[in-house]
């Protein structure tokens, strides 16, 4: 499975983006689709995920209410849906899969997901 994010760029506060994230190879079916995200001197933190299976989703708290994950089975895409972005916001954004379907619980933790596509990077400036 290859994995291939896109959708990054400048945005000034309060605006919107949207990432995708394009999974070629096998389909996303039965996956967990997740989104992380690093920031300059920061680790990788869980932004959000969702299970293709159900579309069960879990959300960082610093972003929900504002990020929705969304997916396109037919299309094997999966999209992260970013509104009211914050400076803190920032950072270069990974979309991440495993070829099984997390529970709550475990659907943070990137040591779950066995496949990871390139940054994306997301500015918020004005």
């Known amino acids: 499975v290859q994995l291939q994010a896109s959708g990054g760029g400048l945005v000034q506060p309060g605006g919107s983006l949207r990432l995708s994230c394009a999974a070629s190879?096998?389909?996303?079916?039965?996956?967990?689709n997740g989104w992380f995200r690093q920031a300059p001197g920061n680790e990788r933190e869980f932004v959000g995920g969702?299970?293709?299976?159900?579309?069960?989703?879990r959300y960082a708290d610093s972003v929900k209410g504002r990020f929705t994950i969304s997916r396109d089975n037919a299309k094997n895409m999966g999209y992260l849906q970013m509104n009211s972005l914050k400076p803190e916001d920032m950072a270069v954004y990974y979309c991440a899969a495993v070829k099984r379907g997390l529970i709550f619980s475990t659907i943070t933790d990137s040591q779950q997901y066995d496949y990871w596509g390139q940054g994306t990077q997301v500015t918020v400036s004005s």
């Open positions: 190879g096998r389909t996303f079916g039965t996956y967990t």
């Open positions: 969702i299970r293709w299976s159900d579309g069960m989703a």
